[in-house]
């Protein structure tokens, strides 16, 4: 089935460090991947996205990396900052006739001041 | 300016009453969704509509119903039938054809 799953539930760092949040996902024939944020009590915010013709794009102290080999999808948070906690999702643009996106459970990052 | 607005906030429901869940957007948006969210979990998919007059049930959609008579609103009746209606209901949007969803700020639901 279509499943997208994070590796890390919960994720805790100092801030100022580089934080890296994983997920996974099983649909192969997926060509479109989302990253958002969600504080606590807000719809979540769109950070960034990235087409399965790349495997890498880069926004504001982010970048997303994308290895179709291994269905595997990461976030990486450069200069972590308070403000930055929140829960993060990954979401995959399915394939077929109606093209829904699949949204992972969250990770929720904890920054320590 | 542009966007996505719920309301109300917060929202109380009595036993076997029906409640709307309001849901309206400026970006001429073509496609909306409404999700449900639980403590500590993902998103649900309730129900979405791609287009006018036309809507689609999610993964949960039991014990819900929607409406689609206008492009810019999307309003969601959480009905007597949904035992468990207690969550977090978020509507989003985006224009056809593409996978980046809007979010709105929420309504969170509680039951009396």
């Known amino acids: 089935g279509e499943s997208v799953g994070l590796h890390l539930p919960t994720l805790s760092v100092q801030e100022g460090d580089n934080s890296i949040i994983n997920c996974a996902y099983s649909?192969?024939?997926?060509?479109?991947f989302i990253w958002y944020k969600q504080e606590s009590g807000k719809g979540p915010q769109f950070i960034i996205d990235i087409r399965s013709n790349m495997d890498k794009r880069q926004g504001q102290r982010v970048t997303v990396l994308l290895n179709k080999t291994v269905k595997h999808l990461s976030l990486q948070i450069a200069a972590t900052q308070p403000g930055d906690s929140a829960v993060y999702f990954c979401?995959?643009?399915?394939?077929?006739?109606?093209?829904?996106?699949?949204w992972g459970l969250g990770t929720s990052l904890a920054v320590n001041p | 300016d542009g966007g996505i607005t719920q309301s109300p906030k917060y929202l109380f429901r009595k036993e076997g009453q029906n409640v709307t869940l309001s849901c309206e957007q400026n970006l001429n948006h073509d496609a909306m969704y409404w999700y449900r969210q639980d403590p500590g979990q993902g998103l649900r998919l309730i129900y979405y509509s791609q287009i006018v007059n036309d809507f689609q049930k999610g993964d949960i959609a039991e014990g819900y119903s929607v409406s689609r008579e206008k492009k810019e609103s999307f309003p969601l009746t959480v009905t007597s039938a949904q035992k468990n209606p207690t969550a977090f209901y978020l509507c989003?949007?985006?224009?056809?054809?593409?996978?980046?969803?809007?979010f709105g700020p929420g309504t969170r639901l509680l039951v009396l």
């Open positions: 979401a995959e643009f399915g394939a077929g006739n109606n093209r829904k996106l699949i």
């Open positions: 989003a949007s985006t224009k056809a054809g593409l996978g980046t969803q809007y």
């Open positions: 649909n192969s024939a997926s060509d479109y």
